[in-house]
């Protein structure tokens, strides 16, 4: 279910725009037992009133939590399933995120991933993206939706971007606390500036060398580092927030001297952040996550280098923390 179709659908019915983005804005704010009260100028027709119990119903069936995974640092996975059988990973991130799915597994195939050996199963409608918001703020406040679960939001423009502008307008969450991330697909930087919501972005970058970027993410699109950032850059000077660069911080692979001397011939004087996270160790994969010492050692070296540098932890380490983990464990079809 497309926010679209829930839009058509209630036009249909007599629904003006501002009927409209009430019903979606009492869905996604978690009040529908508020819907079809009176309020001053928000009344709402009555074939729409008397639509509302079977949305509600439908709306409520697009995503269910199959299990719940707290961690130590404030963090939960959620395993979630779909009403087809498929299942994703939502993350209720410390500090009132959310850390979405936009696609079931993904094709960019990033070597380090788990979601990315799968493949691509199917893509997640913008209803089912905003079901997963809809859990989490069930359980806790919500004030910054990251895209950044499995799949590659750019694969999927259309239904990210339509959850992105309803997030963004109906449920009132800061622009820049909405962030899309993406391995660098030029559909992402044309399309991106032409919305009304303008979400933050985040690129990830992982080498800064163009051979080993097509072997660790090998089918993404081939845009050289530099390429990537300077698309990054226009787009960060348009938006006014700076680009959130990702490093997955392997061992053996791009913890090296030579690509630390590329991040700050790169990234030196950008309007950029570099997140660099320690690769979260999965069996069967053969990469290896660096010791936390070493890995704060590159990050102040870059930041004395002049690179603003974050070092980061993926969310729930201690549970099932890599993307696409939970679901792995859990098989590729859940029963419904
Ligand atoms: Fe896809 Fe992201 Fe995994 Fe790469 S890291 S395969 S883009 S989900």
């Not at 979405?100 to 990033?110: H, I, K, R, Y």
């Not at 992982?206 to 990537?228: G, W």
């Not at 004087?269 to 936390?292: E, H, Q, V």
């Not at 070493?294 to 932890?313: C, E, F, N, Q, Y």
Request: glycine share 10%.
């Amino acid at each position: 279910m497309r926010v679209a179709g829930i839009r058509e659908r209630l036009a249909a019915l007599g629904a003006l725009p501002e009927h409209q983005a009430r019903v979606l804005r009492d869905w996604v704010q978690g009040a529908p037992h508020e819907r079809g009260r009176r309020r001053p100028n928000d009344y709402l027709p009555r074939p729409v009133r008397e639509a509302l119990p079977q949305l509600d119903a439908e709306l409520a069936g697009l995503a269910r939590v199959i299990s719940e995974h707290p961690a130590e640092d404030g963090s939960a996975r959620l395993l979630v399933g779909l009403n087809d059988g498929q299942a994703v990973e939502t993350v209720l991130l410390p500090r009132d995120g959310v850390c979405v799915s936009s696609q079931v597994g993904c094709a960019v195939g990033c070597r380090f991933c788990m979601t990315g050996r799968d493949g691509l199963l199917r893509q997640v409608s913008s209803g089912e993206i905003v079901a997963q918001v809809v859990l989490a703020r069930a359980r806790r406040p919500v004030k910054k939706v990251v895209f950044m679960g499995m799949g590659e939001p750019a694969h999927n423009l259309d239904n990210v971007l339509e959850a992105i502008d309803l997030l963004g307008v109906e449920a009132h969450i800061p622009h820049k606390n909405l962030v899309f991330s993406t391995v660098g697909d030029p559909r992402a930087f044309e399309r991106l500036p032409q919305g009304r919501v303008k979400p933050a972005l985040a690129l990830s970058l992982h080498t800064t060398r163009a051979d080993l970027r097509a072997e660790l993410l090998p089918r993404a699109p081939r845009l050289a580092p530099q390429e990537l950032v300077e698309f990054g850059e226009r787009y960060a000077r348009l938006t006014g927030y700076p680009i959130q660069y990702q490093w997955t911080l392997l061992e053996g692979v791009n913890d090296g001297e030579d690509e630390l001397d590329g991040i700050v011939a790169l990234l030196r004087g950008k309007y950029a952040i570099l997140n660099m996270i320690p690769y979260n160790t999965i069996p069967d994969l053969a990469f290896r996550r660096p010791s936390w010492e070493r890995a704060r050692a590159i990050a102040a070296s870059l930041h004395a280098r002049g690179v603003l540098t974050k070092l980061r932890d993926s969310a729930g380490q201690d549970v099932e923390g890599g993307c696409g983990q939970l679901r792995a464990r859990a098989g590729r079809s859940i029963p419904l």
